[in-house]
């Protein structure tokens, strides 16, 4: 022990029976400290009262048995018709047999291996022709090593907690960690003060975080597995609460940075609109207006633009670039991929050819990359496009004044502030199809102004959206003949690059040959994948574009931002290996023009399976935003930003869905603090700042506290 160092900083090693290895291992849990490991939640609780044996367990009733899997030989075999897959779990006292309709073969055996031991649950029924007890589709929770819980003991507690594990570290090791560390809950110290926990009705944060390790004997478990306690809300409000009260500083010390008023009179912005072949869209415009207001402002913009797959962005982005030029600042345009760098570069080119405008591409892959630095840094390069390149080492801006990202959901916020820190004050506008119900994108990016394009160019017809089983096939291929036919391009796109025996995919490489030969003979096929030299990938693109290839194949490479007009179909293979806003981003690759759009999404399964469900949501909905809440709803928030979604912090035990009511709460009372007090510097919010100053400073990108 470190004299003088409180021992909720200490390194976890500190507690009784946590040796070096385990400390290590528990690293990987993020834990570091007794407090980290105070803060590592369960993710479920097991009540041992309701497991039973397989003996016991009664036809008609929902039950769950601890068991082992006895067969390795899982029977595959046909019932009318039907593909079904067996596991033969056992106990001491019986077998329980766990059945799956049209279930992955191989992908099941691999999971469910001989002697792994399993938490299984579901509804008993009875087979009369074999006489024995099965479930279908059981819900199946792998117990890993936890035999030491189970068995033989029968005095512990009655309600369990089951923590996060990684590989090595047995549950029984973390549960004896937390032991070790229950009498250090008290060291804690509540950021909140109480008087807040009152008003809330919050248990202080010992109490809570009591209830969440060691759960009182007759606490409700279903509650503790819905997250639904008195307790969890407690650590709930205080999550959010730290976070929103950090983007409330952020944005304080945003509107209170002085930057240089552009320019932006009606002379300026009638030449900008006519730089565009078409009249922008009432959307587009009051976007525009709202950026020049920012601009005028003297302060630094930071606007989050979004707007939905093929709204068009890109032009308002355009917009946003030349008053920055016309002001004599720089713009840089960054974005996820090679291939959406060099189109924009391509049609930015075009549409200032006429300008003196200078626009430059900046990847990894591009060439003269000399000449084009050189560029950049004397001020020649007025607007830069490029990918993470833009904010490697050896790229100095002349005069930086508006960073734009686009499809910012591929970046970080350090992204994002590492291209910002390129020049001095610089505006920023953050571009993103990821249609985040509006109140949510306020509490995401608490420090951003929004901007919604709510409408799309003129014409745009809706996109016939199918979901075709595996036995309609040919149908699927006919329909994209057809519109090759018709003059028309197509997509056909691949989940993976290579074959991969485990999932049983059909690579884009394999497929390509095979669609060349049968499916789509006679047609002029291009193949596009994420492991191709940019050169190659350029090529290929540029084909696609030049209408010299008929139907591009390809990997999700063209997920984001790719725009060939007259490519009116696409074809998405094993659909269901997709998130839905991921198949709304790949549909908006067609419908580009007042041509009639189709798109043809090839499920695994047929209809009633899960999967098929889901992909007709996509066929009912158009809408990114509807497209999104369905897929939040099915998702729920964390996994439906993404680990990499930027700005969205990810919480330990927050759901920006599910806690909505508490979200909004603490943002309020967050956001008042700050403006009373904007340096947290009452003696009640010294915890507080500490702890914004320890983990969220770096993070948001946030200037010294005062
Ligand atoms: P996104 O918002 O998905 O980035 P883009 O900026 O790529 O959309 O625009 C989609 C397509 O719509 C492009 O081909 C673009 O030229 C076209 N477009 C954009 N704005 C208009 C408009 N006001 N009128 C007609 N076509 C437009
Ligand atoms: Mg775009």
Known sequence: ???????????????????????????????VTVSDLLFLFPHRYEDRSAVKKIAEIEAGQVESVRATVRETSASYRSRGGRRVFEVSFGDETGVLKGIWFRAPAKAYQARFEAGSRWLVTGKVDFDKYKGSKRVTHPE???????????????????????????????????????????????????????????????????????????????????????FDTRAHKKLVFNEFFITQAALALKRRQERAAPGDPFDVGDALMAKIRS??????????????????GDFASGHPMNRLLQGDVGSGKTAVALGAALIAVRNKKQAALMVPTEILAAQHHRNLTRLLAKTPVNVVLLTAGSDGKKETQAAIADGSAHIVVGTHALIQDGVAFHDLGLAIVDEQHRFGVRQRAALMARGHRVHALIMTATPIPRTLAMTAYGDLDVTVIDELPPGRTPIETTVYPPSRRGDALARLREEVAKGRQAYVIYPLVEESEKLELKAATT??????????????????????????????????????????????????????????????????????SQLHQLRGRVGRSSHRSC???????????????????????????????????????????????????????????????????????????VERDPTLSAPEWATLKKGIEANWATRFALGEIG
């Open 1 to 31: 022990m470190t004299f003088g160092v409180a021992v909720r900083d200490q390194p976890v090693q500190y507690l009784k029976g946590v040796g070096p290895k385990k400390a290590e291992l528990l690293t990987k849990l993020g834990v």
């Open 511 to 580: 497929m390509f040959e095979e669609l060349q030969k049968e499916g789509l003979a006679g047609l002029r096929l291009g193949l596009t994948h994420g492991r191709m030299k940019p050169a190659e990938k350029d090529a290929v693109m540029a084909a696609f574009r030049d209408g010299t290839v008929d139907v591009l194949v390809s990997t999700t490479v063209v997920e984001v931002g790719v725009d060939v007009a007259n490519a009116t179909a696409i074809m998405i293979e094993h659909a269901e290996r997709f998130g839905l």
């Open 275 to 292: 730089v565009f072949p078409f009249p922008l869209t009432g959307a587009q415009s009051r976007a525009l207006d709202e950026i020049a």
């Open 140 to 226: 199946c929770a792998p117990l890993g090593d936890e035999e030491g819980d189970d068995e033989g003991d029968t005095l512990g507690p009655k309600i369990l907690p089951v923590y996060p594990l990684t590989e090595g570290l047995p549950q029984r090791a973390v549960r004896s960690a937390l032991l070790a560390a229950q009498e250090y809950v008290h060291d804690l110290v509540d950021f909140l003060p109480d008087s807040l926990n009152q008003t809330y009705r919050l248990p202080p944060l010992a109490e809570a975080l009591r209830q969440l390790h060691w759960p009182e004997p007759d606490a409700d478990v279903a509650r503790l597995n819905a």
């Open 599 to 673: 798109c043809l999404l090839m499920a695994d399964t047929g209809p009633g399976a899960p999967g098929w469900e889901r992909l007709k949501v996509m066929a009912r909905h158009q809408d990114g935003f509807a497209v999104a809440e369905a897929d939040l709803a099915l998702r729920g928030a964390g996994d439906f930003f993404g680990v990499k979604q930027s700005g969205v912090a990810q919480f330990r035990l927050g759901d920006i869905l599910r806690d909505q009511v508490i979200l909004a709460e603490a943002r309020k009372v967050a956001f008042a603090v």
